[in-house]
């Protein structure tokens, strides 16, 4: 496996039910990223890993929980979504600093029923 | 706080034609730049960016933008278009000495006509 990527593709849910997305990166980084792209919204940055400690929740509800094990790995806890919660969710990984490129997995279509 | 602006949330050409997308952001001080590419099904990839140096950037398959700071934009120009270049593109901005953090535009889809 080669750059970033993520499981599952594709997902649907109920509303009461928990499930997780993961996202692995193949690119020795140390930063980790989830980002949710909705129809007609710009992408909006959810969460920020740097050396697996979060720096940056970009005042996401608490039915979104993330969890970073290593600098390889992130997750993200989902439970008792909304509707509204269906979007693509992608993950991204760079070294870290702000000039840094980003690397993007191709993301989990989320759908809420 | 950064913004991003693209104008012109689809934009249409016919192959062989220019392709110019815009961007403008606000900041106080000049950011790094980027743009991105998302091709259907698929997640962002790297165009090209802007950090310091020469203020016109190229990038992969025959694009390249221009920092302009007196008129705080970014646009993206290919000279010739392809039938390959459909596809949704991202405007983004990360600020200097505040973090590893992207804020990106609305998006332009560029549809390419034969």
């Known amino acids: 496996e080669t750059g970033v990527t993520q499981t599952p593709r594709h997902l649907v849910m109920g509303m009461t039910n928990k499930k997780s997305l993961k996202c692995e990166q193949h690119l020795g980084h140390n930063a980790m990223y989830w980002y949710k792209q909705s129809a007609k919204k710009p992408l909006e940055l959810m969460f920020v890993y740097n050396f697996k400690e979060q720096t940056e929740n970009n005042s996401v509800p608490s039915r979104f929980s993330p969890e970073c094990p290593n600098s390889s790995h992130l997750f993200l806890h989902l439970h008792t979504l909304q509707p509204e919660d269906s979007a693509l969710y992608l993950c991204?990984?760079?070294?870290?600093?702000?000039?840094?490129?980003?690397?993007f997995g191709p993301g989990t279509r989320l759908l809420v029923l | 706080a950064q913004s991003v602006t693209q104008l012109g949330s689809h934009v249409s050409v016919s192959e062989g034609a220019l392709v110019l997308l815009r961007c403008n952001y606000s900041s106080s001080v000049p950011p790094y730049l980027f743009w991105y590419v998302q091709y259907p099904n698929q997640g962002l990839q790297l165009l090209l960016k802007y950090t310091t140096g020469a203020t016109l950037v190229k990038g992969i398959n025959g694009f390249e933008a221009e920092f302009k700071k007196s008129e705080t934009s970014f646009h993206l120009t290919k000279p010739s278009a392809h039938m390959s270049d459909a596809a949704e593109y991202f405007c983004?901005?990360?600020?200097?000495?505040?973090?590893?953090?992207?804020?990106f535009g609305g998006g332009t889809r560029l549809m390419v006509k034969p």
């Open positions: 991204a990984s760079s070294q870290g600093t702000e000039q840094e490129t980003q690397y």
């Open positions: 983004a901005v990360s600020p200097t000495g505040a973090g590893n953090m992207l804020t």
